[in-house]
């Protein structure tokens, strides 16, 4: 297990499809890119960053729960969605350096965090490890629609990932939840979005 995306990723990136791309992917890119004020640029390279350590944390819960899985069939499903956040590792990670911003210097740190919340999820049965994707993929989806109200409006390229993203989340958690997820109790959801929180508001400065 890893934090480290493969190169490249195994689906096209969403930027070759934004609004911007009339012309080459790399000319319409570069256009969109000079449009960005200083501040734009500063503002969209934070808010890939918490995107970017999102992806890493959903390498490590996928995959520990992957691991952990009782049904095949189950094993199957956390697989292959964690074959897509591959993908939105690779695509929120290249965002970042076309934008000349590094990843969180603490993402070895969140990898681990999440790698032992996967393994526990996973550990108390599959129903419950699927309700926990189910509501995370639910916070994570709206915590990429206010990343959609924030962006820069000429930041094409960044709003075109994050879009794409937020569909492939969402269709994560419905899948999870049709496969039988529990529902979490208010208190657990609770303090998932603290521990977002935290995260979030960390990974954007560091």
């Excluded at 969209?44 to 995107?51: G, K």
């Excluded at 520990?64 to 292959?80: R, S």
Aim: contains cysteine.
């Amino acid at each position: 297990m890893s934090a480290a995306p493969a190169s490249p990723s195994s689906l096209p990136s969403p930027v070759s499809s934004a609004p911007s791309a009339s012309q080459s992917s790399a000319a319409a890119l570069q256009s969109s890119d000079e449009a960005l004020s200083p501040e734009e640029r500063r503002l969209s390279a934070s808010l890939m960053r918490v995107n970017h350590v999102g992806e890493v944390c959903a390498q490590a819960l996928y995959e520990a729960q992957a691991l952990m899985a009782q049904d095949p069939a189950t094993a199957a499903q956390l697989q292959e969605a964690a074959r897509e956040e591959r993908d939105h590792l690779v695509w929120t990670q290249t965002r970042l350096e076309q934008l000349g911003a590094s990843p969180s210097v603490l993402n070895p740190l969140w990898f681990a965090g999440a790698l032992g919340l996967g393994l526990l999820a996973g550990r108390l049965g599959d129903k419950v490890s699927l309700g926990f994707i189910a509501e995370t993929e639910r916070q994570v989806e709206a915590h990429l629609a206010g990343h959609l109200q924030r962006l820069p409006e000429a930041d094409q390229a960044s709003r075109a990932i994050v879009a794409r993203m937020r569909e492939d989340e969402e269709r994560h958690g419905r899948k999870a939840q049709v496969a039988g997820a529990v529902a979490f109790p208010w208190p657990a959801r609770a303090a998932m979005r603290v521990a977002a929180k935290v995260m979030t508001v960390t990974a954007a400065r560091l």
